[in-house]
């Protein structure tokens, strides 16, 4: 039996039992790092010092009859946009060098009181803008399912690690599909939360009225138990909202008869894979065949998303970023000769390529002038993507859609044309306009042996249904027993 390739649940039962440490674990996991890491490219730093003093620390605490938390002794990879203190985090940019947090966020302090091992933090694109992890700043993170071809992103380091078994678990951040669509380019399982459900406190800001940590699992269990360590209030976070957490893990096992999915005419669309297009049907009939009822829906404003999204996105991404300003954090350029020099030089050097084109697209669509007739207007459209969800769910439980219109693409394939890269989220970017859960999970494979993803769209902070329509879905299916021939 291999560790490294148990699930969260199964890795708890063992721990649980003694049957492993949580040093033999993490040993497991270091070990596979070494051999595979290489090709992969996932980790930006890996912990392993640290890791292995919590890890034996957790087990003298078990051994001594200690109350040591759910997740004691499960190594996880965290994205490299969540503070972690005393652990460099770089947002994959450059102009974090060397920028080492004071604190952790709060997702990071409730894994720890759960008895997580941090294992490393994961490579993205730069500042999570991006669809292919090829915009970090520092390395090109390969997809497990074929070397040549993108994890997808920006959490495609989180995604690439749990599909390889680089780690049992990781988290991801969300802000128009980063969770969804890496875990559909490499056959995981990944949820992007409501916008409140889980604390940003601690997650460096992309577009603040869009972004949600979230889970990225190798199964629909290991993402429920995740979930429910990270959501709930924070005083540390005004936008997060006080409602109760269910027990998500224990209210999987429900039935789905009965329920209704809409099936939204408008992700239909002409430029899909139609090898995905066959997947989502068939998981459709899928859940048909387990007693839910598919009934085809609109959502007509469905088509200005990405529109929208690039300007609500880049808007609050230039007001985010006006702080790295070389005093504060991180890299400074060593050739400014006066304070305004540095800043610019700083900047200059410090950002990538599409970080620079989207405070610049952002700045411009906030500017005296050009505010009404795009950043107001692109509030306003965002108010009737809202509202297409809000009539859909009078007549569905939850909306299933693909998660991306084709499978990962090759590395290189869209570098260069910024546009087809932002279409790879056509499906992923209305649930954060609109602030509703969604849930990414494995449904089929192409002829070449890459993963398809489905994507499920539930009702605010209805995260147990859409997990539950996921379990059931993976209870009848086989696709997340798959693993990539590496
Ligand atoms: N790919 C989208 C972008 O580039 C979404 C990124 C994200 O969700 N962080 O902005």
Redo the contacts with the bound molecule.
Sequence with gaps: MELTGLTIHELQGLLRRREVTAKQVLMAFLKRIAQVEGKIQAYMTVTGLEALRTASRLDRRRQAGENVGPLAGIPLAIKDVICTQDVPTTCSSKILDGFIPPYDATVMRRLDQAGMVLLGKTNM?EF????STENSGYKVTHNPWDLDRVPG??SGGSAAAVTADLCAGALG???????R?PAAFCRIVGVKPTYGRVSRYGLVA?ASSL?QIGPMTKDVRDAAILLGVIAGHDACDSTSVNVPVPDYAAQLGREVTGLRIGIPKEYFIEGMDPEVETAIRAAINVLESLGAKAESISLPHTEYAVAT?YLV?TAEASSNLARYDAVKYGFRAREAKDLLSMYMKSRQNGFGAEVKRRIMLGTYALSAGYYDAYYLKALKVRTLIRKDFEDAFKRCEVILTPTAPTPAFRLGEKTDDPLT??L??IFT?SA?LAGIPGVCLPCGFTQAGLPIGLQLLGKPFDEATLLQVAFAYEQATEWHKRNPPL
């Excluded at 951040?173 to 969770?179: A, M, V």
């Design positions: 694109d999570a803008m991006g669809s992103g920006s951040s969300d802000t128009g599909g980063s969770i669509q992309f972004d999204y996105a890269m932002y790879s989220d970017i954060n």
